[in-house]
Nanobody, 126 residues
Framework: QVQLVESGGGPAQAGGSLRLSCAAS????????MGWFRQAPGKEREFVAA????????YYGDSVKGRFTISGDNAKNTVYLQMNSLKSEDTAVYHC???????????????????WGKGTQVNVSS
């Protein structure tokens, strides 16, 4: 099994920044991808960003391109999401995810990710 634990959420002002972290533990994989989805009240889960295990492939959702940056530290089994220029519409629960097959089936569908963290709340006020 894999455990994913998110941290770094909280309140922020519009235009401000937050950095989320996700620490992975448990079973290891030779190739994998990690990323973030978010879900706001009354809305469907939305793909935010993902990164390959090597760190050389990244994907972003259209709504966060140019504002959010995903990165990883393999030595720490941790992935980060740097969120800049926050908007009120970024308010959501952010879930860390892991795809043990490393983008073999795509990158932006929730069903591709076998492991999910419990999430961390981000609240952006304008």
């Amino acid at each position: 099994q894999v455990q994913l634990v998110e941290s770094g959420g909280g309140p922020a002002q519009a235009g401000g920044s937050l950095r989320l972290s996700c620490a992975a533990s448990g079973r290891t994989f030779s190739t994998y991808a990690m990323g973030w989805f978010r879900q706001a009240p009354g809305k469907e889960r939305e793909f935010v960003a993902a990164i390959s295990w090597s760190g050389d492939i990244t994907y972003y959702g259209d709504s966060v391109k140019g504002r959010f940056t995903i990165s990883g530290d393999n030595a720490k089994n941790t992935v980060y999401l740097q969120m800049n220029s926050l908007k009120s519409e970024d308010t959501a629960v952010y879930h860390c995810v892991l795809d043990p097959e490393g983008f073999s089936g795509g990158y932006d569908l929730p069903v591709l990710y076998d492991y999910w963290g419990k999430g961390t709340q981000v609240n952006v006020s304008s």
